[in-house]
C-alpha cells in the first residue's frame, strides 16, 4: 500500500501549470465553443431521433477518442467507430504517420465501413491536414453526411504547420469545434529543455464529445425518443442491462 506525502504542488510547477491549462481549455468549450457545441448536438440528436448511427474516426493518437464514446458506460449504444490498425501506434507508430498521409486510403475505408447520409461521422484531427482525413470528409459529405470536426484551429492556420494542398478539415466539416490547443499540442514549457511538453488534445477532445453527447441525448429525449444506453460492466446491474446490447453491438 502507497500512502500520499504532505508535498503539494507549487503553483508554477510543470503539473499544476499543465492541469491550470487543461481546466482553462475546457471551461473555454463552455464560452467560446458554446454555440458550436449546441449545433453538434442537434446535428446528433437529429440522427438519433431517426434511428440513424454516429460514426467517429481519428488517425494517431485521435483515435482514442474514437475509442472514447464506443462501448462505454453511460454512453450511446449505437456509436460506430471506424478503427483501423494501421492508422494506430501498436504494430507501427511511423507507419501510421505514413498512412494517414496516403492518398486514396479514404476510400478503401469507406467501402470497408459504410457511412449512410443520414448518419453523422465525427472527425477528431488536431491538425486536420492528413489525406486520409481530409479525403473521408469529402466523401462522405458528398452523400450528403453531416460531419463534426474536433481539431485545433491555431494548429491549422498556423504557418508552422505542415504544409498540404488538400482542404483541411475545419474548411470541409459542417461545424467545427475547435480544441483550442496550442500549436504542435504540447503545451508546457520545461526549464532548461527547448521543446514543450504534454499535449492537450486529448483531454480536450474527451470533454467535448462527453458534452456533445450529454446535450444530443437530453435533445433526443426531448423529442420522445430515447436512446439506448450502456451501463458499467463493473457494476452488479451492468452485465443484465448491456446483455440485450451485446449481443447485437455494432463491431468496428
Known sequence: MTTSGSATLDAQSPAARYLGLAADLVERLRTTESANIVA???IIADALIKGRTVHIFGTGHSHMLAEEIYYRAGGLVNVRPLLFD????????????????????AEALVQDHPIAAEDVLIVASNSGSNAVTSELVQLVMAK??????????????????????LPRLHELATVVIDNGGAVGDAAVDITGLASR???TS???GAAILNAIMAEAI????DAGVT??????????????????????????
Do not use: F
Not at 494501421?86 to 486510403?105: D, I
Not at 481539431?151 to 494542398?165: D, I, V
Open 202 to 204: 486529448t483531454v480536450v
Open 40 to 42: 453538434a448536438s442537434r
Open 227 to 252: 436512446p439506448d444506453i450502456y451501463e458499467s460492466s463493473n457494476t452488479a446491474t451492468g452485465d443484465v442491462s448491456n446483455h440485450k446490447y451485446t449481443t447485437r453491438v455494432a463491431t468496428p
Open 197 to 199: 511538453v504534454s499535449a
Open 86 to 105: 494501421g492508422l494506430m501506434l501498436h504494430s507501427s507508430a511511423p507507419l501510421s504517420t505514413a498512412l494517414e498521409r496516403l492518398p486514396g486510403l
Open 144 to 165: 450528403g453526411t453531416p460531419v463534426i470536426a474536433i481539431t485545433s484551429l491555431t494548429h491549422a492556420t498556423s504557418p508552422e504547420a505542415r504544409p498540404t494542398t
Open 218 to 221: 437530453q435533445l433526443s429525449v
